[in-house]
């Protein structure tokens, strides 16, 4: 069965900060990973989406792929409390479903 | 350009109701997901459709579930004799063509069974 495993948190981090967002995956198929931010009360919105071994940088959005060790993170640097929300880590093969996981929650605190 | 958008956004049901869901996607977006979140849960995979066909509807989690796709646009999920464990946020996603594209979600209904 694919899982995505993510720590539910939540992870607490001072404005400014760099916040860390961790994910592994169990399907070795995979072959595009997404990170979504999900306000609560709010659907998922799309922060990055990364598919080659290595960094992707977006602003303030580092998405780190290894998928040797089939895993996946997400960097948020200069953390503001606008950023507190829970992420979503989803990875998709040939299947073109993505498997979800539950998600991390991320507090920003001045 | 227009995002996924989803209609009614709120719906309250009594228990033993049939209720109807829709989503209409990006427009040009071959690839249409229903999921169900309850509250506080993760995403749970309903169903999805390529054009109007369903090839994975593994996730529907009783025969009282059906969805539709027509015209390759817009879906109607529904829910026969509605039950409590219903209530949740019911989310439609649509994907464009191609492995490296990416789905986007629409904002939900929010499904309350009385």
């Known amino acids: 069965q694919k899982e995505v495993e993510q720590n539910s948190g939540p992870l607490s981090v001072p404005e400014g900060a760099i916040a860390s967002l961790n994910c592994t995956y169990s399907d070795r198929g995979s072959q595009s990973f997404f990170w979504y931010r999900q306000y609560s009360g709010k659907s998922p919105e799309l922060i990055m989406f990364?598919?080659?071994?290595g960094d992707k940088e977006d602003g303030r959005f580092t998405a780190q792929l290894n998928k040797a060790s089939q895993y996946v993170s997400l960097l948020i640097r200069d953390s503001q409390p606008s950023d507190s929300a829970t992420y979503l880590c989803?990875?998709?093969?040939?299947?073109?479903?993505?498997?979800f996981g539950r998600g991390t929650s991320l507090i920003v605190h001045p | 350009g227009a995002g996924v958008s989803q209609s009614p956004s709120n719906k309250v049901t009594e228990k033993g109701k049939d209720v109807e869901l829709r989503c209409d996607p990006i427009?040009?977006?071959?690839?249409l997901y229903w999921y169900r979140q309850s509250l506080g849960q993760g995403l749970e995979f309903l169903i999805y459709f390529q054009g109007n066909s369903a090839p994975d509807k593994s996730g529907l989690p009783s025969d009282r579930f059906s969805a539709e796709r027509t015209g390759g646009s817009v879906s109607t999920l529904t829910i026969q004799r509605t039950q409590q464990e219903d209530s949740a946020v019911y989310l439609c996603?649509?994907?464009?063509?191609?492995?490296?594209?990416?789905?986007?979600f629409g904002p939900g209904t929010r499904l309350t069974v009385l």
């Open positions: 996603a649509s994907r464009g063509v191609g492995l490296t594209d990416t789905q986007y």
């Open positions: 427009s040009g977006h071959t690839a």
């Open positions: 989803a990875a998709r093969g040939g299947s073109y479903i993505p498997t």
């Open positions: 990364i598919y080659s071994n």
